[in-house]
């Protein structure tokens, strides 16, 4: 007999079938034991009453989360007692046979039946084996899993190809600081904090590369935002003829993701509460139109040159309660907070480049790079950097490089956002940060 | 006046069009100049004339692998004058303008218009930048990002999620040696050899999970089979029948890869001269019956535990004469030379365990997995190990871990044997061996 999910089952009235699953809950009710099995594609009720003997006393021994294999026959239920919070409500298994294929030992330490799971971080971190069978903590994997595959869909139909790129580096030399050091045999290594020069590499040679891979950041941090490696959804572009192409081009990206999501995971997003959308095109302000804003409308004092988490999520609000829309392009970002490869504006104070917020944080940021030699080897020492130390990378440079931008975006901050989660490490199956290395 | 693809351009005869792309020869007659140029689609004959004293002039200044922009008019070449070995062949593009984007700076250091390199290994690899613009090479990586699209989608219409697992682990003791150490803030931590503990827990969770990410090997190997970074395709499946599940299941992905491989690629794979293609089944032997053939067939003395790669090749020349398949498993690898998670075979002696081997090489192992807790806890004594330094993975044990196993499959392997390539780091972007982290 072939396995049937229980998500198949409605059709199934009158047939015999065998389900493979946990049990949820169990309820002794002496003359009749009932068991809510739980498999990838759903939960539905199996009773075993002592008609049948073996699946009886089985049925006696089993506990919440117990492996069964069940065989019996799909019933309809009674008007009255079909249960309308299940998609497969309308009917039940009376099993055969029930057979433990594997057991829990000991107590569980956390209640995965209610509907909410009610633990704070640490807990649900702590017990990750067991909370990510919680059906709301299972959605939030249905919407990323959901996510990167939507993201690697439109990158490809857009013309892109898709690259994997080393984690290892020789040099910590990526234009940022906290690099986790390896060591690599007789020396020491790096660890990617981003794909950065070898996806510009991959235009060099590809024209339009995107990239889905880990990243790694040694940053102190302590916050709902961040954590110390994430999969970051990279893409660069070339031939392109302003980086508001770079902006045109992740719109519709965000556009097919959003629409992807919506469709293919509306479950998830019902048992989260949340809904999403995508206005067509993004509203997109300056920085300094941004700190503005912030200085006017809500009396925010800033240095005048960058925006702070605050800054991020009350422009954020002023952008959703004035345009109707949850996301916003920041552009033209001062130079001195970019890295020494963005291409400067025509104000050479500022940079062609931007940071996309979404509910109230930076969830992508990108821009024009310099595609000329000369004018790169220029910009590393206005940085205050030595040339000699970018060798490797400045090589690509010899060999034309079209004008070209991209973008990185953090694909676990955009399921924390889809789904309002209150921190992102909800969003990873099991988070790094500065304390975390477990399970 | 938008920019056309090179391919789009055979159907636009008599149209004005904007090409960009890298100029890949230049041939100057003096009334006459012809540059072949190329973009990510393909390579078009662009003439150039007197007549349009701009273009012309550009047109002296351009040089081999400059990037350039060109507006002018699709012409078709006479009969005679087409030219069979290119796709756009039946066509020109005659320049009205034409605008050079970038430049290269000092001469090339390999001639990547010639039809075959002809580089060294190491040449190869230096002049990444530069070789990965070749047409060969360029195959191989058009191969490649189809190879893990459709190893994606084959195991996601299987019911398999995605998911990410993390590459920092706080122990190495995944079950083998020859970790990368990393400094981890205040302690060390490890880079992962494989996402081999965190797919069990996806197992626990989700039933069906693969990942596509890298892994890490710090084994000073110096061969054409071995890297310190690849890709893995990993899978892990719960409730299964027995571990043939695994190879029932592998057999259908492979399938689907080479299907989509051989149809959308089938330029790469003729650049190539490699035709690629996937029997129903794949024949399955023991590994001893293996070692007895290759007594008994090649006279070649083996110790009667494992397989070398000599054995493997010979084995995949004996299966490909007898049986015409290019994929063979070989099955029940002795528990010794296995890792303490390795299911038993009814003999305890081996396991229920697999190698895929393709072509000479081993691309995939597999296996079932202990799933009982006091099994598996017994197991790791066995193995000599100390079940306390596992006490982060045996707790998911705690939870009824169903019946379960999966593989991991080196994806730049497969890709090296698809297109019959020397070595693996050929299918590497920017490899990383023990001698190698840049460029």
Request: glycine share 8%.
């Amino acid at each position: 007999m072939k396995r049937h999910l229980i998500s198949e089952i409605v059709d199934c009235v009158g047939q015999q079938v065998e389900l493979r699953g946990w049990v949820l809950r169990r309820r002794d009710h002496g003359k009749i034991i009932f068991c809510d099995l739980r498999d990838r594609s759903g939960v539905v009720q199996v009773v075993v009453v002592p008609d049948f003997s073996d699946a009886y006393e089985s049925a006696q021994e089993v506990r919440s989360e117990y492996a069964v294999s069940i065989v019996g026959r799909v019933k309809a239920r009674p008007g009255g007692a079909s249960n309308e919070g299940l998609s497969t409500g309308s009917v039940e298994v009376e099993a055969d046979s029930l057979r433990v294929l594997s057991r829990t030992a000991g107590d569980l330490p956390i209640d995965i039946s209610k509907e909410d799971l009610d633990v704070q971080l640490p807990t649900l971190l702590d017990h990750r084996y067991l909370s990510l069978r919680h059906k709301k903590v299972n959605s939030i994997f249905a919407v990323y899993s959901e996510l990167i595959a939507s993201y690697a869909d439109a990158m490809r139909e857009a013309g892109f190809r898709e690259i994997k790129t080393p984690k290892l580096l020789s040099n910590a030399t990526e234009g940022g600081a906290n690099f986790f050091k390896v060591k690599y045999f007789d020396r020491w290594a790096y660890l990617a904090q981003s794909p950065q020069f070898y996806k510009q590499a991959g235009v060099g040679a590809f024209e339009r590369v995107f990239e889905i891979g880990p990243v790694f950041r040694a940053e102190p941090h302590f916050t709902s935002r961040h954590v110390n490696e994430y999969v970051s959804l990279d893409a660069e572009m070339g031939f392109i003829d302003s980086y508001e192409d770079l902006m045109d081009q992740l719109e519709d990206v965000l556009g097919f993701v959003v629409s992807r999501v919506s469709e293919r995971c509306s479950g998830a997003l019902l048992d989260h509460g949340s809904e999403i959308s995508v206005p067509e095109r993004f509203v997109r302000m300056k920085l300094t139109e941004a700190l503005e804003i912030l200085r006017k409308e809500f009396g925010k004092k800033l240095d005048d040159v960058d925006i702070d988490p605050e800054g991020e999520r009350l422009i954020c609000e002023y952008v959703k309660r004035e345009y109707g829309s949850d996301f916003v392009f920041l552009t033209h970002y001062p130079a001195k907070i970019r890295p020494m490869y963005a291409m400067p504006s025509d104000d050479p104070q500022y940079t062609n480049s931007f940071d996309l917020l979404y509910r109230g944080v930076e969830i992508a940021t990108g821009g024009q790079r310099i595609h000329e030699y000369a004018a790169l080897v220029e910009n590393i020492k206005r940085h205050g950097l030595n040339p000699e130390d970018y060798a490797d990378y400045l090589e690509m440079f010899k060999y034309a490089m079209p004008p070209h931008g991209g973008w990185g975006m953090g694909s676990e901050r955009v399921c924390q956002k889809f789904l309002g989660l209150a921190s992102i490490k909800e969003a990873i199956m099991f988070p790094r940060d500065v304390k975390r290395l477990t399970p």
